[in-house]
């Protein structure tokens, strides 16, 4: 049961807070997303509200988690190299991390364009100050990403 709970718990980081991050910020753009969402969030919801929203959060999580791959593993973290070991529930963890890491840059990238095709928005918020923002953000999450990747490759392969 132990193994279960962690497992996931990381299966939850990786993938739903990602994937209800980015469907929050798109839900200003789309009204069936806003639709869901106050489903979910009203007093008298019901839990298919909830597992519908739960659902396409985690599947927008899956396909933010196929760019992670291309991004992260694939270009910016080529010469870390690749994990020996797989199946490893701390070790699974540590990737989990890396994932999540990961997942929110597609998060940032998404909330960024639906920030610059609102025009509202930009009476709110002054706009030097969210592309400041987003690309702090951003950057951490990547410097966060690689390094938790590097760390798990290097504890995989000991």
Known sequence: MENFTKTTFGLLIA?????LATLFALSYDIQPLQDLFSAAIHANSTAAAWLGLILVALFVGLIQNTFTWAIIQEC???QIGKASQIGDTALDENFRYSQFYGNM???MAVAMIVYCSNPLWHTIVEPWRVWIT???LTV???LISCEAYRRYVVRSNK
């Open 105 to 107: 840059i597609v998060t």
């Open 134 to 136: 987003f690309t702090c």
């Open 76 to 78: 910016l973290c080529r």
């Open 140 to 142: 951490l999450f990547m």
């Open 15 to 19: 993938y739903l807070l990602p994937g």
